[in-house]
């Protein structure tokens, strides 16, 4: 017998999703490391349980506030060997605008968190094949800061002796900052480095301006980190190392997705199967596409029972010879394929 040949359509394994092939893989760990359509209830779950346990650990932490300000003056020296110790200047000519200061305050105190999560319904939204892989940098960003808390206490500018910075919150009465009032001892106040602030608004920029379709929101993607660098230091929260300490944080937390999914997390399919048995259907199936593929079945069949037929519907004479009694009989192998002695 002949070998037979399967073709199959051209175009459908382009247009199936490209995590339906990686979803072919067993065990556990590669379906973990496939993106899926992230579920809402366990993505509302998961973040409140994540902040929950970021604050506790965090605010757990001695505050150590004796090596906290020597860090601090360490750091402040540091800085001015290096050329960059201009914070206290920063603090001083902000301070000066009544307005301006007092709308850092408040864009440090809420911002950081409204921002992020808006940017997490944003990806859950519209890019939930990246959600995962995106979520997984925020996280891995967060819990290695906490390790930094832990091993580095530092207390912020405003809060160094000797210094002559101005503490914006409590002069200005700011409110809803865990700085000020009674939520200040909720908060650990020397826990400075690094800062989250620049970590987790470098990764809302970053984003945005990576998956964003319109190019003003990208800039302003863009230009929401280094507002925010400007804010940490006019209202004398962090110093300018801080922020570096952020940044390599996030860098650990891109490391961690790139090494789990094996690719950058912006590089992923923007969409992704749905779990369980619907995620097995092709994606190509349109609505007429049941029908469409029982009407060619019939033209088949059809075309089956009338192979005998020629172009001019005549048929085909029978070359097989039939005996007396009117019972089919083989073909007589004297005759020539015309039928013809």
């Not at 604050?55 to 003056?73: G, I, W």
Request: proline share 7%; net charge positive; charged share 15%.
């Amino acid at each position: 017998m002949g070998e037979t040949t399967v073709t199959k359509p051209e175009g459908l394994e382009a247009a199936l999703p490209e995590t339906v092939a990686a979803d072919s893989g067993h065990g556990p760990l590669r379906r973990l490391r496939t993106p899926h359509r992230p579920r809402f209830w366990f993505e509302i779950l998961l973040i409140a349980v994540s902040y929950w346990t970021y604050s506790l650990v965090r605010n757990a932490v001695p505050e150590q506030k004796a090596e906290a300000l020597h860090n601090a003056d360490w750091i402040w020296q540091v800085e001015h060997h290096l050329g960059i110790a201009v914070e206290e200047s920063v603090n001083h000519a902000v301070n000066s605008v009544h307005w301006l200061i007092v709308g850092m305050n408040y864009y440090y105190a809420t911002l950081h968190f409204i921002v992020t999560l808006g940017v997490l319904v944003w990806l859950y939204r519209r890019h939930p094949g990246r959600y995962a892989a995106t979520r997984l940098v925020l996280f891995a960003t967060t819990a290695v800061a906490l390790v930094g808390y832990y091993l580095y206490p530092l207390a912020p500018p405003r809060l160094m002796n000797g210094g002559d910075f101005i503490d914006t919150v409590m002069v200005h009465q700011t409110w809803g900052s865990m700085a000020s009032g009674d939520l200040k001892h909720m908060s650990n106040q020397y826990a400075a480095m690094p800062s989250m602030h620049i970590g987790w608004s470098l990764w809302c920029g970053l984003t945005i301006a990576a998956l964003a379709t319109v190019p003003w929101v990208r800039v302003l993607g863009l230009l929401y980190p280094a507002l925010t660098l400007v804010v940490i230091v006019a209202t004398a929260n962090h110093f300018w190392l801080d922020a570096v300490g952020g940044l390599l944080c996030l860098a650990f937390g891109f490391t961690v997705a790139r090494l789990w999914y094996g690719r950058q997390p912006y590089a992923l399919p923007r969409t992704v199967p749905e779990r369980g048995p619907r995620a097995a259907r092709p994606a190509v199936r349109g609505p007429g596409a049941g029908r469409a593929e029982a009407g060619a079945s019939e033209a088949r069949r059809s075309e089956a029972g009338t192979s005998g037929a020629g172009t001019s519907g005549r048929g085909v004479p029978d070359r097989s010879r039939r005996s007396p009694d009117g019972s089919q009989a083989l073909p007589d192998k004297s005759r020539g394929l015309s039928g013809r002695p």
